[in-house]
């Protein structure tokens, strides 16, 4: 059991062999490095890139290729352009919106109106169907001014169909001179 706590030799800390001979530090905490960049603090290091042209860096900043500065510009130019659209579109929206309240507000204040006067006609028609109502059961009424009412004494017959012009002129008859009851 006490094996198992042990780290195993492929478990330790690696250890790294950086190869060369570095300066220690010296007794203010820092090694040579300029010695190091040059290559003469290890021996055997050569440059891969040694002899190849560098550039100066304060000269490598100042040139700036001409079509960056295009490209700039026209991405700078483009932005402006979709800036004023959407400022457009932004616009158009907010006059369609708008547009479209005051119709919606019309189409409310029409359904009102037309609420109000069938309101108004519904009350009407009830009052008149009423009165027709009270007058109907008072005993010296006449039924069959009532049924004449009910039915459509103008209609035309459609063709193909039975003609009810004798029962329209019995009911209209039977209005005008009703049948007097026998007691």
Known sequence: MDGMFEDPPAMAEPQMDLGGDFAAPDA????????FMTGEAASGYSDPFQGMPVQESAS???????TATALREWEDKHERELQDAARQEEGKKNDRRQSASEALSRWYQERDANRQKRLATNRADEQSSEAARVD?????????????DLIDTN???ADGCRDTGRMRALLIQLKSSPLV???
């Open 28 to 35: 203010a905490g820092a090694t040579d490095a300029a010695a």
């Open 181 to 183: 009851p026998a007691n």
């Open 155 to 157: 209609a035309k017959t």
């Open 60 to 66: 490598a900043g100042m040139a700036v290729p001409e």
């Open 136 to 148: 109907m059961v008072s005993p010296t009424a006449n039924p069959w001014e009532r049924v004449v």
